[in-house]
């Protein structure tokens, strides 16, 4: 029995798929963190193109025949791969600006600590406040959301369409950020805005009585009443992913049909 005989169309369908479909393990919460190893996720977006590649419907006539239209098209569908990890990524990345806030008025931003997640120094709440989004984030099903998109992205983003550069994409990632720092504002609000309240009442007392040393006594008590204050408001914390989840999603839904070379108006 000989050899499968692969044509060149097939051949370049599957490069397209399995470029789009390694940016997004690359780049996808928890999927793309340093602590997995590379030759892991190679081989997971090799396994998950040989499945998905067969069942990826294309136009022959739109396959490129050089180098550099390959390229291009590469270029297109590493964009697609990078838009939809990133818009759920931004989820997950406002436990980390969350913590940078409550790190602050804890004034505990000098303890730090590896985020092996980034490869940079990070201030300890901040890292927690990341594991218990990680945890809410698997809990509330969000890694299935990308992998959601992904399938659907190949419906109505067929490979060999270069339609990734529509500005109104870039547009909607802007506005995923922009709630990215709306979402987190709202994580640290109630611990933010007691630890205020709190100091304003040490600056009454050390204008009362200056003989204390408000710099020692406070310093424990914005630790202890920070950490205390996030123990209560973690009630409210899966709300808040769900709410982020439901907006990527939506989100997604928008770029997905940005991406579609089939809507009004487009062309191939």
């Given at each position: 029995m000989g050899a499968p005989v692969i044509n060149a169309d097939e051949f370049c369908a599957f490069v397209l798929v399995f470029i789009r479909l390694a940016t997004v393990v690359a780049m996808a919460p928890i999927l793309g963190s340093p602590n997995i190893v590379t030759e892991a996720k190679v081989a997971l977006a090799l396994t998950l193109a040989l499945v998905i590649a067969p069942l990826v419907s294309y136009r022959a006539e739109m396959m490129p025949m050089n180098l550099w239209d390959m390229a291009v098209l590469g270029i297109?569908?590493?964009?697609?791969?990078?838009?939809?990890?990133?818009?759920?990524?931004?989820?997950?990345?406002?436990?980390?600006?969350?913590?940078?806030?409550?790190?602050?008025?804890?004034?505990?931003?000098?303890?730090n600590?590896?985020?092996?997640?980034?490869?940079?120094?990070?201030?300890?709440?901040?890292?927690m406040v990341y594991i218990l989004f990680v945890l809410i984030f698997l809990f509330a099903n969000g890694h299935y959301l990308v992998l959601n998109a992904l399938a659907d992205s190949f419906q109505v983003a067929p490979v060999g369409f270069l339609v990734a550069g529509?500005?109104?994409?870039?547009t909607e990632v802007m506005k995923a950020a922009g709630r990215m720092y709306i979402l987190s504002i709202k994580i640290a609000a109630p611990v933010v805005g007691?630890?205020?309240?709190?100091?304003?009442?040490?600056?009454?007392?050390?204008?009362?009585?200056?003989?204390?040393?408000?710099l020692f006594v406070g310093?424990?008590?914005?630790?202890?009443?920070?950490?205390?204050?996030?123990?209560?408001?973690?009630?409210?914390?899966?709300?808040?992913?769900?709410?982020?989840?439901?907006?990527?999603?939506?989100a997604l839904t928008r770029v997905l049909d940005m991406l579609s070379p089939f809507r009004t108006g487009s062309a191939p």
């Open positions: 297109g569908e590493l964009i697609i791969g990078l838009v939809l990890a990133t818009l759920v990524r931004l989820v997950l990345e406002t436990a980390n600006l969350a913590g940078e806030y409550l790190s602050f008025q804890m004034s505990m931003t000098m303890v600590l590896m985020d092996p997640q980034s490869g940079t120094q990070v201030p300890i709440v901040s890292r529509r500005p109104e994409i870039f007691l630890l205020f309240c709190v100091k304003v009442s040490f600056g009454i007392v050390a204008k009362a009585v200056p003989q204390m040393q408000v310093m424990p008590l914005y630790i202890l009443a920070g950490l205390a204050l996030i123990g209560f408001s973690m009630d409210f914390w899966p709300r808040l992913v769900g709410q982020g989840l439901f907006e990527a999603q939506e």
